[in-house]
Every structure is written in structure tokens, then in C-alpha cells.
């Protein structure tokens, strides 16, 4: 950066004292023509050299500040180079005038002065020649391919090269060079025809560019017709017009802007074309970009009904949205509610709804002749997915065949869009409430993981051991304990059928029942009986519930249960030293919803001995299965136990824990799994 | 989950394929739900391949059950296999549905 902008200063000084220096030369040269006794001292080579190197400084100043351009502001562009460059030639005119009236008004013809106002014209001529000729490179290699940067490099070379010619005094119009300059000149002219940027100005864009150009190209023409004036002046010691560079650079800028402005002015009725193609990739674009920028739905339609009618030039139009299945009117143009209420009531006569409906000659039907309507085309486009009718779209038009294939095309992609979008809005709210609903299940799995007790009392004369994991955040197994005297305690299993939320609310029911009812202490049969008349009343048909209740009195050492279609108990019997499943009969809770279910539920009572085990659990331990897809099953459990039903209670739950996780392998868990391990300690000695 | 529907005069065999879990309950509960089966006074399930029951599976069965009673339907299971019967058992069913081991009784007890 600051590398450039020495170089643009040094540019700058450079440029000035060269053109000082030619000016004071110049001056010298005319005094000597004016006194004829004085020496005549031709410098022609100094001349040119400082020529060369002011062309050379003002070309390589503007290149410097033209790479600064950026964008595509195009009428930005030629204002700059208008404001800035062809302004000179105006005020070269003005000065030329300015010359003429002061040696009309006092009558004399000062030579000096032609000569000054000359120069001071070289010098705008070319700050306007450089500007021009940079700022027309930057519009004829906007959209560059490789082939046209260096076809415009080499031309850049070339136009540099004629300096050459100047330097060592060549005169370009010499039969050698001229069919060199004329096929640069053809160069000029392929150069010429890369204007991709006029494409890309609207309709008032072109219209201001057109009076742009228009006062370029003055511009131009009055640089050339002054040097071209002045170039046989027999007053003037030295002519610009042989310098070869200036000829090829107006030659380039005056070609180039003549293009330009034709292009323009032919490209003007087509123009509107373009905008309309390039507004509707812009509305794609729009409606594509609306899920990030967090648009609604009714701004979705908002952007398709503009974006639809501006595309198809329609003069009226209405879009209903489809709500219950009822349509309503949301959107409306050149349209009253009555207009629409009539077509609509032809259109269900003829049964044509919600479907893709084109009709580009109205007056041919004798229904739509009959509505008198201003319209002679229409269009339906249903926005409707594979599943959902989102709403319906009509466009209207005054003319006949008002819906070409071509315009069709754009508003069915439109439409296709607005599906997307839609459907994409909609996903992106349930992914939304799909969060929402996992933050409620976690407080959903913390309220259940409350309804399970987490320690037993302990106590001398047992003790117990638990494990409970659900398959999903809630579950629908439960274990429970009251203690219902001193010496006794109630426990109680039990399984939901099903899982999810409605298992977990079943669950916290039959812990209520329990509480419920066990306050009244009564002997488990009979609350079988109770529990299945009050979950009669409020489980659903297909639901129903195991459970299983033990009522352990310490005092008689022995307890008493009764189950209903839970799993059999699994017991060490350390007198007998035997390990069996306890086979009682009992229905599940729900299956009979009346009084004969208590023909269903059998009690029992047993005697324990001190060092028994007790395994109470739910079906999700026995039919856990492997990934062979073989079960658990009793009888792996009733061998756990008989390896292990010396340990502690604890212990022994580890070990059928472990040996289960071995047998499912891990993460292979489909059903809650509910584990007891209870263990009757021999009593203390001092008791 | 494949379910079939044979039907013989006034009796409907259905036969059970693969694992009765949450999703083909949903099934079963369609096909014992469709009004038309109430025509019929037996229904004769084929259990033979049924592998696997769920309590899902079961709650259909369960919810069905007193419909058929009050119709008069007989509804009866054969051929299944140890494993399936065992959870009928624990849960305490096989004292509420008629389970018969093959399909030659399970016609004699359904022209009882």
C-alpha cells in the first residue's frame, strides 16, 4: 500500500515536470521562431522524450488508481470517467474560446499563448485519454476468461510499443507502418466487441448510461477535431497529431464508448427481458435463503404471491390458504371477494380443485363467459406436497394465452419452491418441538426416578438389594415398601404392559393404590382384589398390569404373598438347600374387570430360615435376549442363584447383573429391567 | 409379523408368523377389531410360528376377549410353543383362554 501510493506520488511529479519542462521547451522554441537572428536550436529528440515520459507517467498513475474499482456498479463507472475525464474536453473548448476572444479583443496574435493553451490541451487530452482507456479495461474484462486477459495484455504491449516510434522520431504514417497500425486497429475493434457489463444494467440504468456515453463520446469528438484543427497550424512549432500512441488510445476509447453506447441503445427494448430473469432468480434465491433468516410461513407466501405476479405479469390475482381444509383468503390483488366467490363456485362445478389448471382462453367456456369477468387467462397452482394441500394460488391476465409454456415454467418452479420451503419451515418447528419434548421427558424420567424408593430400611433381620434400569426415559416398572408394623413390611413388584409415558403414569398409579390401600393393612390377596377393581375403572382396554406383593413379618419369620400374572419368585431355600420358582396361580391386574376376578388370585405362606433368598423380578430380566436372539430365561437365573445365594444380597444382585449384561451384550436393552434380591439374616444373639 | 385368515364354514383360522411385539399388535388389533369376524362363531389361532409375544400382544388378546365372550365366539389357541405358552401361563391366561396343543382338538373343543 504504501509502496503504491509513493509510486502514484513519484507518478504524479513525474508527470508534472515533464509536461513543465516540454511546456518551457516549447516556449524556447517559439521565441527562437520569433526573433529569425537567433540560433535555431531543433530539439525535436528532447521533445519527444519528454512526450514519452508524460504519456508514460499520467497511463501508469491512472492504471495504478483504476485497479481500485470494484463491483459492478457500472453508471458508477462512467460518471467517474465522465466527471473526472470528459469534462476536459469541455473546458479545453473553453479555454481554446477563452484564447480566441482575448486575441479578437486586443488584436494581437501572441504565439506564446496559442502554444500554452495547446499544451495545457495536450495535457487534458491525455489525463482524459488515460482514464478512458483504464476504466474501459476494467468494463472489458469484467467476466474475463483467460484468452481475453491476455489478448488485452498483448494489445496493452502493443499500444505501449507505438511510444517507440515517437521516441526515435519515426513517422508513423511511413508506408511500413501503416498495415501494422491498421491491424492494431483490427485489434481495436475485436477488443471492442467484449461488453458483457451492458447486460447487467436495467432498463434506467441503460437510459442514464446512454447520456453518459453520449457525453463520452462528445467528449471525444472534441479532442479530435481540436488536435485534428490545429494539427496543419502553420504557428505551431510542434503537432501532437504525430504522435502515434494518441491516435491508437482515441482510436481505442473512441471505438470502445461508440460500442458501448450502440450495445446500449439496442440492448434497451430487451432489457426488461433480462431484469425479469434476473428478478426471479433473485426471488429463488429469496425464498430459498428464507429457513435461515427465520421466516414464517405467511412471509413464505407473502414473497411467492409477489414474487409469482411480477413474474408473470398477471393483472389479478388471490391466494387462499388451506386451513382445516377450508380454504380462506389471504392474499389479494385487482380482485373482490364476490369475483372470487363466483369463480370459485364454477370451478367446484366443474370439479376442478385443488389441481394444476390452465385456461388461456376464458371466453371460449360458456361458464366463465356467463361471469362476465374482465379476464381472459387464468392459472391455478396448488401448493401441495405429496401428503398436504398448503393452499392455492390463482393468477388472472386480461389477455388471451396470457400464460405461456415459458411463464408457466417459472411460476410451477416457484411454486415447487415454496413447497420446499414450507416443508422445510415445518420440520425445522417439530425438530424444535421435538427438543422441547425431550426436556419434558427428562423431567418426566427425574419425577419417576423419585416414585422409586432408593433405600429399604435396613434392618438386622434382612437385607436387600436393588436394580432398576428402563429401556426409554420412563418406564413402566416399580418396586415399593411400607412398613406396615414394627415387624412388618410390605413389598411390592410390579410391571406395566407397554412402555413410554403411558407405562410411567400407570406406574405412579399403582404406587398410589398401593399406599392407598396397604394403609388399611390388609393381606395381599385382598389387595389383588382391590388394586384390579380400582385399575378396572381407569386403565385402558388393551393395558394391564403384573405385580406382586409380600407382606415379610419378622416376628413370625415367615411371609405371606400373592401374585398377580407377575413372574414366579425365585427362592433359596438354605435348610432344604434347594433353589425353585415358587408356582402359584394368579391373573394379571386389568384382564377381568369384575368380581370374578377374585376366583383368580391365590395367597400364599411360607416359613423362612435364616441365610433364604428371595429374587423378585420383572419379565425384562428373563426375556432379555442376546444378539443371537435367544432369551434369558429362568432357568440361567435359577442357576445364578444356586452359585450364588451364599453371598450377601448385594453381591448375589452384582452377580446376576453381570452374568445378564454378559449374556445381552452391551446397549442391548429393550425392556425395563427390574431387580430384588432379598436375603433373611440369622437372628442376632442378643435379640 | 404375518397374520393370515383361512376361513372354513363358520370358523376363522388365523395363523401367526414371527414376533408379536408394540408395532404388529397394532395389526392384530385391526384384523380382530374388522366387524366382520363377529360373523363367525370360532376363531382358531395357529401359533405354531409365533416366537415371541409381547405384553402389547397380550393386551390385544386381553382386550378382545370379553367382546367374543359376550358374542359367544370361541376362541381358541393351538400349536404354540413352550416359551409363548409360559408367559400366557405367569400371567395367569391360560385359565382364561382355551390353549390346546394341535389343531385336531382345537376343532373338537371349539364343536363342544
Known amino acids: 500500500m504504501l509502496y503504491r501510493t509513493n509510486a502514484k506520488s513519484l507518478l504524479v511529479t513525474t508527470a508534472i515536470i515533464s509536461w513543465v519542462l516540454l511546456l518551457l521547451n516549447i516556449l524556447i522554441s517559439v521565441e527562437a521562431i520569433d526573433q529569425p537572428n537567433a540560433v535555431k536550436v531543433s530539439i525535436p529528440f528532447v521533445n519527444n522524450f519528454l512526450i514519452v515520459i508524460f504519456i508514460i507517467s499520467v497511463f501508469l498513475y491512472q492504471r495504478l488508481s483504476s485497479e481500485n474499482l470494484k463491483g459492478i456498479d457500472f453508471i458508477g463507472y462512467l460518471w467517474h470517467l465522465f466527471s473526472k475525464a470528459g469534462v476536459a474536453a469541455y473546458v479545453s473548448v473553453a479555454l481554446y474560446l477563452g484564447y480566441k476572444l482575448i486575441t479578437n479583443y486586443t488584436n494581437i496574435e501572441s504565439p506564446s499563448l496559442l502554444h500554452f493553451v495547446y499544451q495545457i490541451n495536450f495535457g487534458l487530452l491525455v489525463i482524459f485519454l488515460a482514464k478512458a482507456f483504464y476504466i474501459w479495461r476494467q468494463l472489458l474484462l469484467y467476466h ?14 502493443l499500444v505501449f510499443g507505438t511510444l517507440l516510434l515517437t521516441l526515435l522520431n519515426f513517422n508513423y504514417t511511413s508506408y511500413i507502418f501503416l498495415p501494422l497500425l491498421a491491424l492494431l486497429s483490427f485489434y481495436v475493434l475485436f477488443l471492442c466487441t467484449n461488453m458483457k457489463w451492458v447486460a447487467y ?26 488536435f485534428q484543427q490545429m494539427a496543419d497550424s502553420p504557428s505551431l512549432v510542434i503537432d501532437y497529431t504525430d504522435v502515434g500512441f494518441l491516435l491508437l488510445a482515441m482510436l481505442f476509447v473512441g471505438l470502445y464508448t461508440l460500442a458501448a453506447f450502440l450495445v446500449s441503445l439496442f440492448s434497451l427494448p430487451t432489457s426488461s427481458v433480462f431484469e425479469q430473469k434476473s428478478e426471479d432468480l433473485l426471488n429463488f ?26 413474474a408473470s405479469d ?24 364476490e369475483q372470487i366467490t363466483r369463480i370459485r363456485h364454477l370451478l367446484l362445478a366443474y ?7 390452465i385456461n388461456n382462453n376464458l371466453d371460449r367456456n360458456p361458464g366463465f363467459r356467463d361471469l362476465t369477468l374482465p379476464w381472459k387467462s387464468l392459472i391455478i397452482l396448488p401448493i401441495k406436497s405429496k401428503k398436504h394441500l398448503s393452499g392455492n394460488l390463482y393468477l388472472l391476465k386480461d389477455i388471451e394465452q396470457g400464460f405461456d409454456r415459458e411463464t408457466v415454467n417459472v ?15 415445518r420440520l425445522v418447528s417439530e425438530s424444535l418441538l421435538n427438543e422441547r419434548y425431550k426436556e419434558e421427558l427428562k423431567i418426566a424420567t427425574q419425577v419417576q426416578e423419585s416414585l422409586i424408593p432408593k433405600t429399604f430400611p435396613t434392618d438386622s433381620w434382612f437385607e436387600i438389594s436393588t436394580h432398576a434400569v428402563a429401556a426409554k426415559e420412563v418406564g413402566g416398572d416399580f418396586y415399593d415398601f411400607l412398613q406396615l408394623s414394627e415387624s412388618r413390611i410390605a413389598i411390592i413388584i410390579g410391571d406395566v404392559s407397554g412402555k413410554g409415558i403411558s407405562a410411567a403414569f400407570h406406574m405412579a398409579q399403582m404406587k398410589g393404590i398401593f399406599h392407598g390401600l396397604m394403609q388399611q393393612d390388609m393381606p395381599p390377596s385382598e389387595f389383588m382384589k382391590q388394586a384390579n377393581s380400582a385399575l378396572s375403572r381407569c386403565l385402558e382396554k388393551t393395558s394391564f398390569i ?10 413370625m419369620k415367615g411371609f405371606m404373598f400373592a401374585r398377580a400374572g407377575h413372574c414366579h419368585t425365585l427362592y433359596y431355600n438354605s435348610m432344604m438347600e434347594d433353589v425353585f420358582y415358587f408356582q402359584t396361580d394368579g391373573l394379571g391386574l386389568g384382564i377381568i374387570r369384575d368380581k370374578s376376578y377374585n376366583n383368580h388370585v391365590r395367597e400364599m405362606y411360607y416359613d423362612y430360615n435364616p441365610n433364604d433368598v428371595m429374587v423378585i423380578y420383572t419379565d425384562g430380566i428373563v426375556e432379555a435376549r442376546s444378539l443371537e436372539n435367544e432369551e434369558y430365561g429362568e432357568d440361567r437365573l435359577k442357576y445364578m442363584l444356586t452359585q450364588t445365594y451364599h453371598l450377601e444380597a448385594e453381591d448375589i444382585k452384582c452377580a446376576i447383573i453381570n452374568d445378564l449384561e454378559e449374556f445381552t451384550g452391551p446397549g442391548n436393552l429393550y425392556d425395563d429391567q427390574t431387580l430384588l434380591v432379598i436375603k433373611f439374616k440369622p437372628t442376632q444373639p442378643n435379640e | ?53 409381547s405384553s402389547a400382544g397380550l393386551g390385544v388378546f386381553i382386550s378382545h376377549l370379553q367382546r367374543f365372550e359376550d358374542a359367544q365366539i370361541k376362541l381358541i389357541f393351538y400349536n404354540m410353543q413352550d416359551k409363548v405358552r409360559n408367559v400366557f401361563e405367569i400371567l395367569g391366561l391360560d385359565l382364561l383362554m382355551t390353549i390346546v396343543s394341535d389343531y385336531e382338538e382345537a376343532r373338537t373343543v371349539s364343536n363342544e
Open chain 1, 144 to 157: 474475463k476468461n483467460k484468452f481475453l486477459q491476455i489478448a488485452w495484455d498483448w494489445f496493452e504491449l
Open chain 1, 201 to 226: 444494467l436495467t432498463f434506467n440504468n441503460k437510459s442514464r448510461s446512454l447520456v453518459l456515453l453520449g457525453a463520452i463520446l462528445l467528449s471525444c469528438y472534441i479532442f479530435v477535431n481540436f
Open chain 1, 285 to 310: 434465491q429469496r425464498l430459498s435463503q428464507s429457513i435461515q433468516q427465520g421466516q414464517s410461513e405467511a412471509q413464505v407466501y407473502d414473497m411467492l404471491f409477489e414474487s409469482t405476479i411480477k
Open chain 1, 314 to 337: 398477471a393483472s389479478a390475482a388471490w391466494f387462499e390458504l388451506i386451513r382445516n381444509s377450508e380454504p380462506q383468503v389471504t392474499h389479494l390483488l385487482s380482485i373482490n371477494a
Open chain 1, 351 to 357: 370439479n376442478i380443485q385443488n389441481i394444476d389448471y
Open chain 1, 411 to 425: 411460476l410451477r418452479t416457484f411454486t415447487s419452491q415454496t413447497i420446499l420451503t414450507i416443508e422445510n419451515l
Open chain 1, 546 to 555: 403384573t405385580s406382586a406383593l409380600y407382606i415379610i413379618d419378622y416376628r
Open chain 2, 1 to 53: 409379523m404375518k397374520i393370515t385368515q383361512e376361513i372354513k364354514e363358520s370358523t376363522v383360522i388365523m395363523t401367526l408368523d414371527g414376533e408379536l411385539d408394540a408395532s404388529s399388535s397394532v395389526i392384530l388389533d385391526e384384523e380382530l377389531s374388522d366387524p366382520e369376524i363377529m360373523k363367525y362363531s370360532k376363531i382358531l389361532v395357529d401359533c405354531e410360528k409365533l416366537n415371541y409375544i
